[in-house]
């Protein structure tokens, strides 16, 4: 039976107190799209050939292209295959690294949904000064989705590890077996569903202890991996000091206690936001 093994918290460090900030300026990637030199026009058709880029995403800009090749001339990445999941702001390809196989997150610039996130970002003191250029916010929204899975891990957290994190490509650690994605907790019968809770119920509060609230927390954002549960999806994960937070903190909690009293783990939301809150927060968040 399927025990869904906390992360041991002894062997992560302490979160620190301060937050990184976002640098959005042009990198690499941008100069790489810009001069268009011959190993790059190799790489772009080569990418553009693809028969899994094709049929989810064509449309890549030459930037976006330009932040792939740069993870690849970089050692991060040695292969790119077909897409795990193709969402409203992102999709996430199958790629193989040197020691193992990676999950590709790449954002789209002209995101549908963009506005969605402004709801996010006004009140997160890492964007403070983004101002509303779409490419700067949404490069900034994949730095803070590499800043909140390292700070979540650190916290002790089962997260998806990040590796790299180049532009509007955040290159993580692969969650599943033969390149078979790890099955959402919506997905699977949940054996153990009070056990199951409780794990993320620790989670939430390792997460709130270290300054984070997922924001979208729900059976859909957790997968089963190697009998662990595994959080993932914290791009739009916010501070303790986002004027919203709470609200963001009571709408998991609801969806948390609501898909598990649906499991026969009779639980309230209420009992769960006093679970997760119980504890003063660590650290203030500050920049
Ligand atoms: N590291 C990963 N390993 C395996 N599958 C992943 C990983 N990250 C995301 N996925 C798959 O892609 C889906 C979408 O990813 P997510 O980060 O939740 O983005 P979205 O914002 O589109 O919901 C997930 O539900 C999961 O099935
Ligand atoms: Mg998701």
């Not at 490509?169 to 699977?188: P, Y």
């Not at 979208?216 to 999806?233: A, T």
């Not at 739009?236 to 004027?243: G, L, N």
């Not at 998991?252 to 206690?257: L, P, S």
């Amino acid at each position: 039976m399927s025990e869904y093994d906390l992360v041991d918290v002894d062997e992560t460090d302490a979160p620190g107190d301060e937050w990184e900030s976002l640098d959005v300026a042009d990198e690499e990637a941008d100069r790489i799209a810009r001069r268009q030199d011959r190993e790059f026009l190799e790489f772009r058709k080569r990418i553009e050939n693809t028969e899994q880029f094709k049929v989810t995403d064509s449309v890549f800009d030459d930037a976006t292209l330009g932040a792939l090749y740069k993870l690849v001339q970089d050692g991060y990445v040695d292969a790119f295959g077909g897409p795990l999941s193709t969402g409203k702001e992102a999709n996430v390809y199958l790629a193989q690294g040197s020691e193992a196989e990676l999950a590709v997150k790449i954002y789209r610039i002209n995101a549908s949904d963009f506005r969605a996130m402004r709801d996010y970002l006004d009140g997160d003191p890492r964007f403070e000064g983004i101002g509303s250029d779409k490419k700067k916010v949404v490069v900034a929204w994949t730095k803070k989705e590499f800043a909140n899975l390292r700070r979540a891990r650190e916290a002790g957290v089962r997260v998806p590890t990040p590796k790299a994190v180049q532009r509007n490509v955040l290159v993580m650690e692969f969650l599943g077996q033969n390149s078979r994605r790890a099955r959402r907790l919506s997905e699977v019968n949940v054996e153990n569903p009070e056990t199951a809770y409780e794990v993320v119920r620790e989670y939430m509060r390792r997460l709130y202890r270290a300054g984070l609230i997922h924001g979208d927390l729900s059976e859909y954002n957790v997968v089963v991996h190697d009998d662990q549960l595994v959080v993932l999806d914290l791009g739009q994960a916010v501070t303790i000091h986002h004027p919203n937070s709470r609200d963001f903190l009571e709408r998991d909690c609801e969806n948390v206690a609501a898909f598990f009293t649906r499991q026969g783990h009779d639980t309230s939301a209420e009992d769960l936001l006093a679970y997760v809150t119980d504890v003063e927060p660590e650290s203030q968040g500050t920049v």
